[in-house]
């Protein structure tokens, strides 16, 4: 197909202090700065440049109303010490009807949207990826 994903678009109140929180979140680089639109990309020559769909955060007047219909997935290396920085960033840990022994934490940026800390993957787990 001649077709990919571009950017994963994010309603903001303030997309300046929502980008803010998630290029510190993944250490991603603005691209693009206007006040009404704010776009993180991945590191410059990192194995993501190029791959990963940037994330636009877009001004909308209204506040997040409800659970996500679609949210980030983000896999560490070291869960907790993941869930401890990001909350000491302004995360939140939220629930969402996720069982008591999930192996993933949810959690809400900022401005309420959902995001899920994945455990990580087990040593075999990887070799299958490689």
Not at 50 to 62: A, I, K, N, Q, T
Request: glycine residues 6%; negative net charge.
């Amino acid at each position: 197909m001649s077709i990919r994903i571009q950017c994963v678009v994010v309603d903001s109140n303030d997309p300046d202090k929502h980008a803010a929180f998630w290029a510190d979140v993944l250490g991603w680089r603005r691209t693009h700065d206007t006040p009404d639109e704010v776009a993180l990309e991945p590191p410059a020559g990192s194995p993501e440049d190029g791959v990963s769909p940037d994330l636009l955060f877009v001004r909308v007047p209204e506040s997040k109303a409800g659970k996500n219909r679609l949210h980030l997935d983000l896999r560490p290396t070291d869960q907790a010490a993941e869930v401890a920085r990001v909350e000491a960033l302004g995360a939140q840990r939220t629930f969402v009807g996720q069982p008591d022994d999930a192996s993933f934490v949810v959690m809400a940026d900022p401005e309420g949207n959902e995001f899920c800390v994945l455990r990580p993957f087990t040593p075999e787990e990887l070799a299958t990826l490689q």
